[in-house]
């Protein structure tokens, strides 16, 4: 009897939407849409914007030449000295 009533809480409380975030603070309200705006919200000391210039994918997999060794290990492919 315990081990249902304790499943059925389980799921109900599983199944139960909630409104959530993932931190303590508040959320920006709606109006906030810009980092300028954000900023002014959270009284932050610095802005920092930018925009991105160049993008540069680098890959052990995909600069693998024809005999190349590459590792089957489930680690970062890029920090591994050759």
């Known amino acids: 009897m315990r081990v249902q009533f304790m499943a059925a809480v389980i799921l109900g409380l599983t199944l139960s939407p909630a409104p959530v975030f993932g931190c303590t603070c508040t959320a ?11 900023a002014a919200w959270a009284r932050a ?15 052990k997999l995909k600069e693998a030449q024809i005999g190349d060794v590459i590792p089957t290990v489930a680690t970062d492919l890029d920090q591994m000295v050759p």
């Open 28 to 38: 920006p309200l709606r109006e906030v849409k810009t980092a300028s705006d954000l």
């Open 45 to 59: 000391d610095a802005i920092f914007e930018g925009k991105v210039e160049s993008v540069e994918l680098r890959w």
